[in-house]
Antibody, heavy 125, light 107 residues
Framework: QLQLQESGPGLVKPSETLSLTCTVSGGSISSSSYYWGWIRQPPGKGLEWIGS???????YYNPSLKSRVTISVDTSKNQFSLKLSSVTAADTAVYYC?????????????????WGQGTMVTVSS | DIQMTQSPSSLSASVGDRVTITCQASQDISNYLNWYQQKPGKAPKLLIYDASNLETGVPSRFSGSGSGTDFTFTISSLQPEDIATYYC?????????FGPGTKVDIK
């Protein structure tokens, strides 16, 4: 069955760029029925959507993070990636990647139905 | 931006009790609402999609209802394994917002 796995450094210095990759296995990232998303959760807090990408490269971002976020896709590797620039301690969180259903006929998202296990990223010098 | 609120923020109930959580959107989102369960140290799990549809494999004691701005999530008979935090999530207009969550535990 489809699985997602996050990877990347667990520690990032303030003002630097956080980079994570999500590898999709057991299925193709190039499906017209799904976007692929990043969601984060600071310790003890709730979930925050960061953004989502289609296999074609089309992206949608959380307006509150848009100026610092870049999400990209590599269909040849069945991966998508997150870059978050100018990080501070407030960016310390568990970062999840997830599959997001997409209705191309209605141009709307659906639900995050498959999630990675999450990876903890700490911003500290 | 669409804001989501949930109430209560936490609750304690006995095994077998009926549990209800409400979620309110800051504007009309039709039925573009999902519910997730998150257990400590685990990724969220989709329970209800499109406000009222039960995800495959999810027990029937979980249900959802509502449309527009007001939504309800119900556990008809609370079980020990339902101890978790529950989040609503809207997906209108190609944007996503999660509610702040409701922590459910056993009294």
């Amino acid at each position: 069955q489809l699985q997602l796995q996050e990877s990347g450094p667990g520690l990032v210095k303030p003002s630097e760029t956080l980079s994570l990759t999500c590898t999709v296995s057991g299925g193709s990232i190039s499906s017209s029925s799904y976007y692929w998303g990043w969601i984060r959760q600071p310790p003890g807090k709730g979930l925050e959507w960061i953004g989502s990408i289609y296999y074609s490269g089309s992206t949608y971002y959380n307006p509150s993070l848009k100026s610092r976020v870049t999400i990209s896709v590599d269909t040849s590797k069945n991966q998508f990636s997150l870059k978050l620039s100018s990080v501070t301690a407030a960016d310390t969180a568990v970062y999840y990647c997830a599959r997001l259903g997409y209705s191309s006929g209605w141009y709307r998202f659906e639900a995050f139905d498959i999630w990675g296990q999450g990876t903890m990223v700490t911003v500290s010098s | 931006d669409i804001q989501m609120t949930q109430s209560p923020s936490s609750l304690s109930a006995s095994v077998g009790d009926r549990v209800t959580i409400t979620c309110q959107a800051s504007q009309d989102i039709s039925n573009y609402l999902n519910w997730y369960q998150q257990k400590p140290g685990k990724a969220p799990k989709l329970l209800i999609y499109d406000a009222s549809n039960l995800e495959t494999g999810v027990p029937s004691r979980f249900s959802g209802s509502g449309s527009g701005t007001d939504f309800t999530f119900t556990i008809s008979s609370l079980q020990p394994e339902d101890i978790a935090t529950y989040y609503c999530q809207q997906y209108d207009n190609l944007q996503v917002t999660f509610g702040p969550g409701t922590k459910v535990d056993i009294k």
